[in-house]
């Protein structure tokens, strides 16, 4: 069997996930599509993880592992050496697995150390280390522990980097065995499903977001309706027990299924064709703005390895902010920005500019407050001599996202979400789509495009015009998202 047609660890995982999504991608790859920018950072980011982890083991043996047959070879005869090694590549009959670190004990046997950039162990990790452990003991080596080795999201940067705190690992032997049990069966069956000549018929199901959105999600989920009863808000639960019954669309929920609220109103909208419009509670909510209203939109960073002394893993990291200034009713907006310039910590600078340009009185009109907030208080907690300004604030910031997650207004195009992304093009016609940045993390990534120094001087002058556009429509589209609710409830 050729190495492209070799099942390895994450051919497994996605064998369990959906035997046709193994397929699919072993034998009509086209098919699958590129990972998205988010994806992409996320590899890269278990990549610096990885480097790090091995700085725990001094004494450990890095193994090239561009090339495969060389990593093979070299495993051979490192394996001899009873020392750490590094990307330990096994293969057996017709698997392969990459072991991120083996580490010796005792006489003869080894500790399985899996390293993820994640926080915590997670069950598809558990899946993981079981076909590595499965692949060696297959391979000849004895297998006494496994180890899970994650971020640990507590650890505060002081100065360089130090592994030993940044990373934690969590014994996971118990876990792997019971997950090892049948693992012969399930790798013959994947195997036999990768030489199969028919692409294996999978009805949709959880499994399709479980534990990852599948990349082949988009092409199996596209027989739905535009408005399906997967956009049904919150748990999918009832939809899946709709759609086992033949049931795909909202106009089709049979009378005496049990809807709630929110999911009755979902339903009224879809037959109907018409916005449901609670006008009192809209008028309830304009009422508690005051003026000056000041529409704002922070734009963060955040990464597994911290960049900044005083910040943990995974932290957010404000670098930019959009303000638009209503002073009174129908004035024409004032605009304030803050974009840092990506060559260090932009946090000081941040703070200090919001509180040069945010008024003493006044509402603080945001659009999911909880974000915002939580920036604000960490920002406090880093610069102690705001703490009493950032209280103040967070006390006058009113949530434009209330109404519409409590369905005082609902539009059956805003597909049972109540994201600015959805609200605004339905009430205003105005969209994202012409934006080159059109959501919050192509934004986060474009701003570490730009303290990489991965791109040119052109490219970076580029970038920031886009961050300023994609931030500026955040806080606008506000403006144009209230002006609009005060039409609806003089109507």
């Not at 920005?337 to 910590?345: E, H, Q």
């Not at 994202?432 to 303290?451: E, R």
């Amino acid at each position: 069997m050729s190495r492209e047609r070799l099942l390895t660890k994450s051919k497994y995982i996605n064998g369990l996930q959906c035997p046709k999504y193994l397929w699919v991608k072993l034998n009509e790859p086209d098919r699958v599509p590129r990972f998205d920018p988010s994806t992409r950072h996320g590899f890269s980011q278990g990549l610096l993880v990885g480097e790090f982890a091995k700085k725990l083991f001094p004494d450990g043996i890095d193994i090239p592992a561009d090339d495969f047959t060389i990593n093979l070879n070299h495993t051979e005869v490192l394996l001899k050496e009873r020392k750490p090694l590094f990307e330990v590549g096994i293969m057996v009959d017709n698997t392969f697995s990459r072991i991120d670190i083996l580490k010796p004990v005792s006489k003869d046997e080894w500790n399985i150390i899996e390293v993820k950039s994640s926080t915590k162990v997670k069950n598809v990790n558990i899946h993981d280390v079981s076909y590595q452990k499965y692949c060696c003991e297959n391979y000849g080596l004895k297998i006494r522990n496994c180890f899970l080795m994650t971020v640990n999201n507590e650890y505060i940067k002081q100065a360089d980097i130090d592994p030993a705190g940044l990373l934690t690992m969590t014994k996971i032997t118990a876990g792997v065995d019971r997950a090892t049990d049948g693992i012969r069966q399930r790798v013959d069956s994947m195997v036999s499903t990768i030489a199969s000549e028919k692409c294996p018929d999978v009805t949709i199901g959880k499994q399709c977001s479980s534990p990852h959105e599948c990349p082949l999600k988009k092409e199996c989920w596209s027989f739905l309706p535009e408005n399906s009863i997967f956009d049904m808000y919150g748990s999918k639960n009832h939809a899946f027990e709709l759609f086992e019954k033949g049931i795909y669309s909202f106009k089709d929920i049979p009378d005496d299924f049990p809807l709630s609220g929110k999911r009755e109103i979902q339903k009224s909208c879809e037959i109907s064709g018409k916005p449901h419009i609670k006008k009192k509670r809209i008028s309830q909510f304009l009422d508690n703005l005051k003026y000056p209203l000041y529409y704002l939109d922070f734009e963060t960073f955040s990464g597994a390895i911290p960049l900044f002394d005083g910040t943990r893993p995974y932290q957010q990291i404000p670098f930019q902010f959009s303000l638009h200034v209503v002073d009174k009713d129908n004035a024409t907006a004032r605009h304030y920005s803050f974009l840092a310039d990506g060559t260090g910590d932009p946090r000081s600078e941040f703070i200090s500019s919001l509180k040069r340009v945010l008024g003493a009185s006044g509402s603080i009109v945001v659009y999911n407050q909880i974000f915002e907030k939580g920036v604000l208080r960490s920002l406090a907690t880093m610069f102690p001599e705001y703490k009493d300004w950032v209280e103040k604030m967070n006390d006058r910031i009113i949530d434009l996202l209330a109404p519409f997650r409590s369905f005082h207004y609902y539009d059956a195009r805003q597909k049972g979400s109540a994201s600015i992304k959805r609200v605004l093009p339905v009430l205003t016609g105005t969209s994202y789509d012409h934006l080159d940045i059109s959501d919050g993390m192509n934004a986060s990534l474009a701003f570490l495009d730009i303290i990489s120094n991965s791109d040119s001087e052109e490219g970076r002058i580029k970038i920031r015009e886009d961050l300023e556009k994609y931030c500026a429509l955040d806080t606008e589209g506000m403006i144009w998202i209230v002006d609009k609710l005060k039409e609806l409830t003089n109507d």
